[in-house]
């Protein structure tokens, strides 16, 4: 099972929207309705930012919204801000061998 | 508040074995199934294993199968992995996740531990 295809970078100034990019198969992103989204400030731990495609925690602001077509599903962060500088992961259910799969990440930066 | 906390990291040789354990609270630990998530130093994350809430179903990655035993007592709201025949590519951070579903695999892992780090070196 490979790891989903998400670009390594995207970089965006305050106030902009950016979008990130998770490319995976029929056997996981574009299977299912399990694709969750992860941030990952410097030396800290993963945070749930999105679950089920497009679902928001509690407390996860709605300037983050996700999204999916066909096998990709994407990340939006509209209003960019300073502290969404970090890395994003997308991960899925999948029906292979391998029960969950992980994006390969984005490092989001705020010019 | 949900807490996981991670221990048992540390430095072991090669074909070496380690005990990783994780102590959850501030929620109903045995609804709940649990996971752990490793990420390589400067790497992205890799799922390693789950069970669920009443360890009737365990999954493992393909590349620790064999070698990692995921176990929990519930009575104690811990989980643990048992890394066995560890090799110097199972350095990493190691986290512990938990998910509401109580059944792995069609949920999202709600909360994560701090993680602990585990390096395989002679």
């Known amino acids: 099972q490979s790891a989903l295809t998400q670009p390594a970078s995207v970089s965006g100034s305050p106030g902009q929207s950016i979008t990130i990019s998770c490319t995976g198969t029929?056997?996981?992103?574009?299977?299912?309705?399990?694709v969750s989204w992860y941030q990952q400030h410097p030396g800290k731990a993963p945070k749930l930012m999105i679950y089920?495609?497009?679902n928001r925690p509690s407390g996860v602001p709605d300037r983050l919204s996700g999204s999916k077509s066909g096998n990709t599903a994407s990340l939006t962060i509209s209003g960019l801000q300073a502290e969404d500088e970090a890395d994003y992961y997308c991960?899925?259910?999948?029906?292979?061998?391998?029960?969950?799969?992980f994006g390969t990440g984005t490092k989001v930066t705020v010019l | 508040e949900v807490q996981l906390v991670e221990s048992g990291g540390g430095l072991v040789k090669p074909g070496g074995s380690l005990r990783l354990s994780c102590a959850a609270s501030?929620?109903?630990?045995?609804?709940?199934?649990m996971s752990w998530v490793r990420q390589a130093p400067g790497k992205g994350l890799e799922w390693v294993s789950s069970?669920?809430?009443?360890?009737?179903?365990?999954y493992y990655a393909d590349s620790v199968k064999g070698r990692f035993t995921i176990s929990r007592d519930n009575a104690k709201n811990s989980l643990f992995l048992q890394m066995n025949s560890l090799r110097a590519e199972d350095t990493a951070v190691y986290y512990c996740a938990s998910s509401i579903a109580a059944r792995p695999g069609r949920t999202q892992f709600d909360y994560w531990g701090q993680g602990t780090l585990v390096i395989v070196s002679s």
């Open positions: 089920e495609v497009n």
């Open positions: 991960s899925s259910f999948t029906s292979s061998s391998t029960l969950y799969v």
């Open positions: 501030g929620f109903t630990f045995s609804t709940y199934s």
């Open positions: 069970i669920s809430s009443s360890s009737g179903y365990i």
């Open positions: 029929s056997s996981d992103v574009g299977g299912y309705k399990y």
